[in-house]
């Protein structure tokens, strides 16, 4: 499998290799208004995705979808359904969206906000008492909002080498993993954090995936169910999401799907479609391009929190202390399990990329929710160089978003 990296990724415990966290570069403004006095139509998206395969190595399966207010929505594919096939690509197919669930979770911990079930300025010790302790770590010192923004400082236990070693030369044998998230932040006790917060010093940042383990663990207990029960309940079934799920450690997709393989460590091409590593509360949310289109639009319509904590989401903080993450996405800050990134033709779209076993995921909302788009990418042998991949997927999301209809 791909030479592990130092970058982070949403699966719950994946190879370095998938767990690289990409996110979209801005493409450029010239670029972006030019296509602004253009419609967005179906050619028009083909040719992105094109680019998009291209930038992902050429051979792998890419499905896009955009939806808008102003217009039908667009489809477009390229590849097929297994590989050596001749199928093609499923328009509705089911994929894990790895980090892209920690915007499902953050909305679940918002909601149990505003019902007050529990504050975003509430430990962690306060929650888990002792959990977060040891070789320089102090639950006492994180906070709810820390865990959602990711400035706890917490160790990704994802990076422990214990487990990237397992991933990386022992996939098969790891694949159907069902370690629950408590002994996954205790994998991550074992080290010292990148920093402790200082409640009158200035925030820093870093991504962990450790951060919405506990976030997932805390919502347990104010909201008095499992996190994915929360998220079934509280979102999926709010919004109609008839194609999301979380599956927990049941490894295998609802049809349809298309088939996901990556290089092992010896060289031999691996399908890594059936797993349950990604069953905890930073990656186990399965969905398709129209669903994910249909959420994020709800968010940021405002139908999945009341004004208060959908302001408090926003709450943007700079990335100091992760520099892959900024080389990865050069442009954008982060909110409470949120992203956002400035478009060529002004102002802002919301997202959270996902990036997991063979897939990557990438949605996108216009400020006002009146247009989203989502890119879902399956690799055939290995996973993708995430920075040209995300400079394609970008362009792509800027066209979508900042084009205009023709006009009647």
């Known amino acids: 499998m791909h030479k592990p990296t130092s970058r982070k990724a949403g699966a719950a415990v994946l190879a370095a290799a998938l767990l690289a966290l990409g996110s979209p570069a801005l493409a450029t403004a010239a670029a972006g208004h030019t296509a602004a006095r253009h419609a967005y139509?179906?050619?028009?998206?083909?040719?992105?995705?094109?680019?998009?395969?291209?930038?992902?190595?050429?051979?792998?399966?890419?499905?896009?979808?955009?939806?808008?207010?102003?217009g039908p929505?667009?489809?477009?594919?390229?590849?097929?359904?297994?590989?050596?096939?001749?199928?093609?690509?499923?328009?509705?197919?089911?994929?894990?969206?790895?980090?892209t669930t920690k915007t499902f979770v953050a909305t679940?911990?918002?909601?149990?906000?505003?019902?007050?079930?529990?504050?975003?300025?509430?430990?962690?010790?306060?929650?888990?008492?002792?959990?977060?302790?040891?070789?320089?770590?102090?639950?006492?010192?994180?906070?709810v909002r820390d865990l959602l923004r990711q400035t706890s400082g917490l160790y990704d236990y994802i990076d422990d080498p214990d487990i990237q070693d397992r991933l990386l030369h022992h996939f098969d044998e790891n694949r159907y993993d069902t370690t629950p998230a408590a002994d996954?932040?205790?994998?991550?006790?074992?080290?010292?954090?990148?920093?402790?917060?200082?409640?009158?010093?200035?925030?820093?940042?870093?991504?962990?995936?450790?951060?919405?383990?506990?976030?997932?663990?805390?919502?347990?207990?104010?909201?008095?169910?499992?996190?994915?029960?929360?998220?079934?309940h509280r979102v999926i079934a709010k919004l109609g999401l008839r194609d999301t799920s979380v599956p927990g450690l049941d490894p295998f997709l609802p049809g349809p799907y298309v088939r996901a393989y990556l290089t092992g460590a010896d060289g031999e091409r691996l399908d890594v479609t059936e797993h349950s590593l990604q069953h905890t509360a930073d990656s186990?949310?399965?969905?398709?391009?129209?669903?994910?289109?249909?959420?994020?639009?709800?968010?940021?319509?405002?139908?999945?929190l009341p004004a208060a904590q959908w302001r408090e989401m926003r709450q943007f903080v700079e990335r100091t202390d992760d520099p892959e993450d900024v080389a990865e996405m050069p442009e954008g800050?982060?909110?409470?399990?949120?992203?956002?990134?400035?478009?060529?033709?002004?102002?802002?779209?919301?997202?959270?990329?996902?990036?997991?076993?063979?897939?990557n995921t990438r949605p996108a909302v216009s400020a006002d929710g009146r247009r989203a788009v989502t890119v879902?990418?399956?690799?055939?042998?290995?996973?993708?160089?995430?920075?040209?991949?995300?400079?394609a997927t970008n362009t792509l999301i800027d066209h979508a978003l900042c084009t205009r209809p023709p006009k009647a």
Not at 74 to 92: E, F, K, N, Q
Not at 349 to 355: A, F, P
Request: with cysteine.
């Open 41 to 70: 139509d179906r050619d028009t998206l083909r040719r992105d995705l094109a680019a998009v395969r291209k930038a992902g190595g050429g051979d792998v399966n890419v499905l896009a979808r955009v939806d808008r207010t102003d």
């Open 284 to 304: 186990g949310v399965v969905s398709t391009t129209a669903d994910l289109n249909t959420f994020f639009r709800a968010l940021a319509g405002g139908e999945l």
């Open 108 to 143: 679940v911990v918002l909601q149990l906000v505003a019902e007050k079930r529990l504050s975003l300025d509430d430990t962690v010790e306060h929650w888990l008492p002792g959990v977060v302790t040891g070789n320089g770590n102090d639950g006492g010192r994180i906070t």
């Open 376 to 391: 879902s990418l399956t690799t055939t042998t290995a996973p993708p160089d995430l920075p040209a991949l995300n400079r």
């Open 333 to 359: 800050t982060y909110g409470l399990g949120l992203r956002e990134i400035p478009l060529s033709c002004g102002g802002f779209y919301y997202t959270h990329e996902g990036d997991g076993a063979g897939v």
């Open 73 to 99: 929505p667009l489809m477009a594919r390229i590849g097929t359904r297994t590989a050596g096939s001749s199928a093609p690509v499923p328009w509705h197919a089911h994929f894990r969206v790895a980090s």
């Open 184 to 232: 996954l932040v205790a994998v991550a006790m074992r080290h010292r954090p990148a920093f402790v917060p200082e409640p009158h010093g200035p925030t820093r940042w870093a991504y962990s995936n450790t951060n919405y383990l506990l976030a997932g663990m805390i919502a347990e207990k104010a909201g008095g169910a499992p996190w994915d029960a929360l998220v079934e």
